[in-house]
């Protein structure tokens, strides 16, 4: 057994008894639930139940339609305003009727026969006079009625309107309404009130375009190498089951210790903890715990014990080992720097590398009948000590001896020096410490 495994096993004796103790939150009487009438219990698969009135947050987006949008008066028209028109006692063959609007240089358009009547800054009343004037013109007695269909300012109330991040829905030239935290009823009696400022008696439908806020949350359990969370909207009706699938499943390091953690109502500490029986749920099919999902629930999968101790030695072993193998691969890289080459015969051809970069408490011994400094040394990473020669020295003296490898560094053909490279023996490390001390 590796130096692993015992502390795996030691821990594991001394963990264990901290992850077997009683929940604080409470569970449920599954007994007693089942004698309960279906009004009393919780939400499951087979009991389901509405979600409760739905408030708005942001970034929902409201659809708001504008059913009685009538300026108070005096109401000046402007530009993309909508009238209606009628006119008698014209043209047979060019009827003025219908709908017309106001285009961006303020003027309707009657037709080709009639030509254009400016009527943006007017009120009703100026602009039917205007209209009826323009075709006195042209006709004998034509009579006009003009009445407003529909304002810029009622564009910009109907719609698409998105809950802005401080919770208003913004309503174009009529302002702004705060809308968070209110039900759809009290959404649609907020704007009421604030358009009746400019509005004569104004009603509007409000109701949700998209359900942006409202969401419930899956949360495997990484023992104790950091949860998953993963947020996923809710629309009415998912079950744990339903949650469980757009996870893809439980995972590999995940048991069947599940439950719903669910907050309270008026957030006063009665939170619920619901244990689920997922062999119960996926083996058999009951659905007493397929519980119903509701908006800010929680499913926490719980993961193995054993591979959460496995966690907690592998990070308390993880720096030792990344040490202890930085230093064997140095150490090693060194010793096959540090060889020498050599023929058939065991004979030393030359030192692979002898570049003075590699080596350290480089000490002076003596020179070679030649004149070659002969050194002590180490190489970095390597205990041991070692006699031969530095290749930079050699490249003024001797540079046939020495290479340049493609990694940057010298190397030395000591087959072609009256130097050989060796390493020290036992004794003779100790005097060659012992007069570097010296």
């Known amino acids: 057994m590796n130096t692993k495994s015992h502390i795996t096993v030691l821990l594991s004796s001394l963990l264990l008894p901290l992850f077997c103790g009683c929940h604080t939150l409470g569970t449920r009487n599954f007994a007693l639930e089942d004698h309960l009438p279906p009004g009393d219990r919780i939400p499951n698969e087979e009991y389901k139940t509405t979600l409760p009135k739905y408030v708005i947050e942001p970034p929902d ?20 305003d909508i009238v209606q028109i009628e006119s ?19 003027k309707v358009s009657l037709g080709s026969q009639y030509g254009k009547v400016k009527i943006a800054g007017l009120t009703v009343e100026e602009a039917e006079v205007a209209v009826q004037d323009k075709l006195l013109e042209l006709l004998v007695n034509p009579t006009t009625s003009l009445t407003l269909v529909a304002t810029t300012g009622s564009q910009q109330i109907m719609g698409e309107h998105l809950v802005t991040p401080d919770g208003l829905v913004h309503l ?24 009746d400022e400019y509005l004569e008696s104004p009603e509007v439908i409000v109701d949700v375009a998209a359900y942006n806020s409202k969401f419930y949350y899956v949360i495997t359990d990484g023992a104790g190498l950091g949860d998953q969370v993963v947020k996923l909207p809710i629309a009415g009706g998912e079950t744990v089951l339903d949650a469980i699938s757009e996870i893809g499943g439980l995972g590999t390091n995940s048991t069947k210790d599940i439950w719903v953690a669910r907050p309270s109502a008026d957030h006063g500490g009665y939170e619920q903890r619901l244990p689920i029986n997922w062999d119960a749920i996926v083996k058999k099919g009951i659905t007493a715990t397929n519980y119903q999902l509701f908006p800010n629930d929680r499913i926490y999968i719980r993961a193995s014990e054993l591979n959460r101790i496995d966690s907690l030695v592998a990070r308390a072993t993880a ?5 202890a193998g930085t230093m064997f691969l140095l150490t090693a890289s060194i010793r096959n720097l540090g060889g020498s080459f050599h023929n058939s015969d065991q004979n030393n051809l030359g030192n692979f590398f002898s570049d003075e970069r590699l080596k350290t408490d480089l000490q002076l011994v003596g020179t070679s009948p030649s004149g070659i400094n002969i050194y002590h040394f180490r190489y970095r990473g390597d205990m041991r000590r070692f006699e031969g020669v530095i290749a930079q020295e050699l490249l003024m003296t001797h540079p046939e001896a020495v290479m340049r490898m493609p990694n940057g560094y010298y190397a030395v053909k000591y087959d072609v020096l009256d130097v050989t490279f060796r390493e020290l023996t036992g004794a003779e490390y100790s005097r060659s410490l012992q007069k570097m001390a010296e």
């Open 172 to 195: 174009g030239t009529y302002g702004q309404v705060y809308v968070a935290g209110l039900t759809l009823e009290q959404a649609k009696a907020a704007l009421e009130k604030h358009l």
């Open 88 to 106: 008698d006692n014209v043209l047979p063959d060019y009827p003025i009727g219908g709908e017309y609007q106001i285009d961006g240089g303020g």
């Open 61 to 80: 987006i409201l659809m708001i339609d504008a059913l009685r949008v009538v300026p108070k008066a005096p109401y000046i028209l402007e530009p993309l």
């Open 319 to 323: 720096p030792v080992e990344r040490i």
